[in-house]
């Protein structure tokens, strides 16, 4: 089984901030990870495919980067919205997911 | 615009069977989809179940595979769950989802979840 190790746990950060989230997998997956944002009580969102794939109507603001074992979420100009829980998944073997990053409100 | 609804009972008991279906409308499971379950709870976070495509092929996740079966009604466009002697570790809300063939694999549509509890 490849693990998904996220970080940081929780985040917090304002209207307007960048920021980055983190997540390495324990063998190397190419770039065969995706990035979901999931809000209470609602299905993970696919945002980001690929690695680096924006999957479409995900706005402009979201991107990923990485390969191998170690990628990168980053959020520019964070907006209200964007406040939510985001996971990877890698897509290289049995799927598995990262345990989440909570992007709270400062 | 695909969409994805699960239903099914909320409650199961101990030693139990846990059954769900996951009815598709603006695709057909016949398509060159896979169509898959995947699970939430505070306690293992999301963890994939198992998945099925049109052609017959069904894949498990190993740490479930003695427990699980999946299966597809293509006449009413729906597939399914069964998980049998449940525990109060099965507690969760289980989701239905689409997956893409091309690589990389991810999960572009999902239901909107179910949760079931296991308890006496």
């Known amino acids: 089984d490849i693990q998904m190790t996220q970080s940081p746990s929780s985040l917090s950060a304002s209207v307007g901030d960048r920021v980055t989230i983190t997540c390495r997998a324990s063998?190397?997956?190419?770039?065969?990870l995706n990035w979901y944002q999931q809000k209470p009580g609602k299905a993970p969102n696919l945002l980001i495919y690929g690695a680096s794939s924006l999957q479409g109507g995900v706005p402009s603001r979201f991107s990923g980067s990485g390969s191998g074992t170690d990628f990168t979420l980053t959020i520019n100009s964070l907006q209200p919205e964007d406040f939510a829980t985001y996971y990877c998944q890698q897509g290289d073997s049995t799927p598995s997911f990262g345990q989440g990053t909570k992007l709270e409100i400062k | 615009q695909v969409q994805l609804q699960e239903s099914g009972p909320g409650l199961v008991k101990p030693s139990g069977t846990l059954s769900l279906t996951c009815a598709v409308s603006?695709?057909?499971?016949?398509?060159?989809?896979?169509w898959n379950w995947v699970r939430q709870s505070p306690r293992k976070g999301l963890e994939w179940i198992g998945e099925?495509?049109?052609?017959?092929?069904?894949n498990y996740n190993p740490s479930l595979k003695s427990r699980v079966t999946i299966l597809a009604d293509k006449s009413r466009n729906q597939f399914s769950l069964k998980l049998t002697s449940v525990t109060a570790a099965d507690t969760a809300v289980y989701f239905c989802?689409?997956?893409?063939?091309?690589?990389?694999?991810?999960?572009?549509?999902w239901g909107q979840g179910t949760l079931v509890t296991v308890s006496s």
């Open positions: 989802a689409r997956k893409g063939v091309e690589a990389p694999c991810r999960f572009d549509s």
């Open positions: 603006g695709d057909s499971i016949s398509s060159h989809y896979w």
């Open positions: 063998r190397s997956i190419s770039t065969s």
């Open positions: 099925i495509h049109h052609s017959g092929s069904i």
